[in-house]
């Protein structure tokens, strides 16, 4: 599977129980990332695809149920259980420091292979690399 997740510099997903940041120009990369296919999430997502011109399948327990060609975007929920199953990582850095209180809970630097790297202008953040991981 390909996980999708937004990271502060710490690699913090999250604060106080609330995402960090949201960027409409993030929703709109992962549409085009995942190409017309199928994004796995869990219902505190919802609200960032509800406009979303895809398949989006709401599941609490959309990391199990996903399959090796699956995206499944990643706020709230840890990975590290999953990693056998993570083909893929495409990882969105906002580029600052927040107070993160929930972290992404995989090495990626030293479990995966850096592929590619993409810096865009978001809606909320004025740079914002993307980097997508392979094992």
């Given at each position: 599977?390909?996980?999708?997740?937004?990271?502060?510099?710490?690699?913090?997903m999250?604060?106080?129980?609330?995402?960090?940041?949201r960027?409409?120009n993030?929703?709109?990369?992962?549409?085009?990332?995942?190409?017309g296919?199928?994004?796995?999430i869990?219902?505190?997502s919802?609200?960032?695809?509800?406009?979303?011109?895809?398949?989006?399948?709401?599941?609490?327990?959309?990391?199990?149920?996903a399959?090796?060609?699956?995206?499944?975007?990643?706020?709230n929920?840890?990975?590290?259980?999953?990693?056998?199953?993570?083909s893929?990582?495409?990882?969105?850095?906002?580029?600052?420091d927040?107070?993160?209180?929930?972290?992404?809970?995989?090495d990626?630097?030293?479990?995966?292979?850096?592929?590619?790297?993409?810096?865009?202008?978001?809606?909320?953040?004025?740079?914002?690399?993307?980097?997508?991981?392979?094992?």
């Amino acid at each position: 599977m390909t996980v999708i997740v937004c990271l502060d510099n710490a690699n913090g997903m999250m604060f106080n129980h609330r995402r960090q940041s949201r960027d409409a120009n993030v929703v709109k990369d992962i549409l085009k990332t995942i190409n017309g296919a199928s994004l796995l999430i869990a219902p505190y997502s919802e609200p960032l695809f509800s406009q979303a011109e895809c398949s989006v399948s709401v599941s609490d327990s959309f990391l199990i149920d996903a399959g090796a060609e699956d995206y499944c975007f990643v706020e709230n929920t840890s990975v590290a259980e999953f990693k056998e199953k993570i083909s893929k990582l495409v990882i969105y850095k906002w580029n600052r420091d927040y107070p993160a209180d929930f972290h992404f809970d995989i090495d990626y630097a030293n479990d995966y292979k850096l592929e590619t790297t993409l810096d865009f202008v978001g809606t909320s953040h004025e740079k914002i690399t993307k980097e997508v991981y392979v094992r």
